[in-house]
């Protein structure tokens, strides 16, 4: 069974400092992995989705890389602003998609 | 484009009640899903659709029945509410690649927040 983990639970920086979101996943044999990000009270939003075959994504300031081999993936953020502010879940997609519990971040203004 | 649209957002039950969560996507998406998002414990699937007619239990399946008559609609029904059941629920959405679970981009609704008392 896929497992996801996301460490820290929650993240508090200031303003302009790039954030670095952390996924590990148990089982390396995926197809993608997504990142999404949830405000409160709100449905998650798709970020980036990175293919197996892939090593990263890019879309703005977001930086997503995929290490298959290791079961990681990293979000980079750069510069962040208060607006970032949200929790972001990683979820591997292994034929049926396994979701991390989130890293909530808290940019300081 | 209104995209996955839930209803209800909320809604309160007593203990052995049952109800629809309703769900409809206007993408022409064949991939649909339910998932449960519940403190700490992030996105459980509950059931899922490849297309028309074809459902599949997810991860906490018990409790919930689905169908998906056409495209754009799959409800979830709650056949006889149990406090455990209190959560927020998703309904979600994808191109899929017709026939499999493989996904895409997933897309999103807003919520159903259920309270069973």
């Known amino acids: 069974k896929q497992e996801v983990t996301q460490i820290p639970a929650a993240l508090s920086v200031p303003e302009g400092e790039n954030l670095v979101l952390n996924c590990s996943f148990t089982?390396?044999?995926?197809?993608?992995l997504q990142w999404f990000r949830q405000d409160p009270g709100k449905g998650l939003t798709s970020l980036l989705l990175?293919?197996?075959?892939?090593r990263e994504q890019t879309s703005g300031r977001l930086n997503a890389s995929l290490d298959k081999s290791s079961g990681r993936s990293t979000l980079y953020i750069a510069a962040s602003q208060p607006g970032d502010s949200a929790t972001y879940l990683c979820?591997?997609?292994?034929?049926?998609?396994?979701f991390g519990a989130g890293t909530t971040v808290t940019v300081r203004a | 484009n209104a995209g996955v649209t839930q209803t209800p957002k909320f809604q309160v039950l007593k203990t052995g009640q049952s109800m629809t969560l309703q769900c409809a996507q206007d993408?022409?998406?064949?991939?649909m899903s339910w998932y449960r998002q519940d403190p700490g414990m992030g996105l459980r699937l509950i059931h899922y659709?490849?297309?028309?007619?074809?459902?599949d239990q997810g991860e906490v399946p018990n409790g919930y029945n689905v169908s998906r008559s056409t495209t754009e609609d799959f409800p979830l029904r709650l056949l006889s509410a149990a406090p455990s059941q209190t959560s927020v629920y998703f309904c979600?959405?994808?191109?899929?690649?017709?026939?499999?679970?493989?996904?895409?981009?997933?897309?999103f609704g807003e919520g159903s927040r259920l309270t069973v008392l």
């Open positions: 089982d390396s044999a995926i197809y993608n």
């Open positions: 979820a591997v997609d292994d034929y049926k998609l396994s």
């Open positions: 979600a959405s994808s191109y899929g690649t017709g026939g499999t679970l493989v996904t895409g981009e997933l897309f």
């Open positions: 659709s490849v297309g028309a007619g074809i459902t």
């Open positions: 990175i293919q197996s075959s892939q």
């Open positions: 993408m022409n998406h064949e991939y």
